[in-house]
């Protein structure tokens, strides 16, 4: 008699109702300060949905503004090696560190080439300078970042510095391009470099460029040639990278870094690719910078780098620049500038995939490969 009056009392609303509360309650404990954010990503290359789960790693990072330590998520629980022998440093300084001692290799005698100035030198500009470059190849992909600059960003935000690097245009299309680009035109000095950088496929012009302009503007945002802005609601974006010291966009580990770079890069920096295995990539098509002292270390490490042939671009890497997903071993593909930027990146934020952290993910461009406009008038 009273289990059948235990079943009529466990199948009241009024009961049920009781235990979902409790279950809701219990639940909004264990999560409170530390939000499951289910994210949609859309990269270009595949659209998918993330679920950033709360991360208790201590880090320190250096505030864009103040350069004073910070610590940040202070409950520390074990850190998951993912099966490596060793991991990453416990704070944000020890990692910066271990990239500033990377092999510099010949760099030095190439980024004397490169002007360098005080920080209280550079020009702080009220929206970041926009930089972006091609040869003939890409002329019409370009058409469609700048067609995209014109109508989306500069009617709101008015003052946009656009600079376009010429790695090999056609002498047509460089005066239509002074004629319609509304932006400065700069050729690459590929003489003041290694003549690997002529290689154009090895993508170790990229990194050089970056630290070129970030030697002039305080405030650089790159874009490859592919980039169309979706939106002109930049302005969370934009802090994010103020108060961040940059803002970029992960790929899903599927596409991790420790698959996507061959095996001679890891070794030249002196890295244990185990490391990376559970973390993709950084996408190199659109990187926001803000020079402090934490940006300068980076971007500085990228380009020396970029100046030494064995560590962007070891033998053979060239065969390379597609291979097959279902591949799963380490270096599988090499994405050069890509590879190089996803460890350095990496070794600084690895708690989770997902960057940048937000609650509400910025969703403000895709990259449309391929793409070719006709936006100048002739």
């Known amino acids: 008699m009273w289990t059948r009056r235990a079943r009529r009392l466990f199948k009241s609303p009024f009961v049920l109702l009781l235990a ?8 909004l404990f264990r999560l409170q300060g530390n939000p499951v954010v289910i994210e949609y990503v859309n990269d270009g290359l ?20 103040t350069q004073k330590p910070t610590t940040q998520n202070i409950t520390k629980a074990p850190v998951n090696k993912h099966g490596c022998e060793s991991w990453f440093e416990d704070s944000m300084e020890e990692n910066l560190e271990i990239i500033k001692n990377y092999p510099r290799g010949n760099a030095d005698q190439f980024l004397s080439n490169i002007s360098s100035v005080p920080r209280s030198a550079q020009t702080m500009t009220s929206f970041p300078v926009i930089v972006t470059a091609a040869n003939y190849r890409f002329y019409g992909c370009t058409q469609g970042l700048l067609k995209s600059i014109h109508e989306k960003i500069v009617p709101k935000y008015k003052k946009v510095k656009v600079i376009f690097y010429d790695m090999g245009l056609e002498d047509d299309q460089r005066a239509k391009m002074q004629k319609y680009c509304k932006c400065e035109i700069r050729t690459f000095p590929f003489d003041k470099f290694p ?25 650089v945002w790159w874009m490859d040639s592919s980039v169309r802005f979706v939106t002109d609601e930049l302005d969370s974006a934009l802090k994010y990278s103020l108060d961040h010291s940059h803002l970029f966009f992960t790929y899903d580990f599927i596409l991790s870094v420790a698959e996507q770079t061959d095996i001679l890069t890891f070794t030249y920096l002196q890295e244990d690719p185990c490391k990376f295995r559970h973390f993709g990539e950084i996408e190199a098509t659109f990187l ?9 270390i980076i971007i500085d490490q990228w380009a020396t780098c970029a100046l030494n042939e064995a560590c ?9 620049l597609s291979c097959s997903v279902f591949n799963k071993s380490i270096g599988r593909c090499h994405r050069f500038d890509q590879s190089v930027i996803g460890i350095l990146l990496r070794r600084l934020y690895h708690e989770t995939n997902d960057y940048p952290l937000v609650d509400k993910p910025f969703h403000i461009h895709e990259i449309r490969r391929g793409e070719f406009v006709d936006y100048f008038p002739e």
Not at 201 to 207: E, N
Not at 288 to 296: G, V
Not at 312 to 319: D, E, K, L, N, Y
């Open 20 to 27: 979902m509360c409790f279950v809701s309650a219990f639940l």
């Open 312 to 320: 962007i671009a070891p033998p053979g890497t060239h065969r390379k």
């Open 195 to 219: 003549s690997h950088m002529k290689r154009l496929k090895t993508y170790a012009w990229k990194p050089l460029i970056m630290k070129m302009l970030l030697a002039e503007y305080k405030w």
């Open 46 to 65: 595949m659209t998918s949905l993330h679920v950033q789960k709360p991360s208790y790693h201590v880090h320190t990072l250096r505030s864009a503004v």
């Open 288 to 296: 926001l910078f803000y020079s402090n002292r934490l940006t300068d």
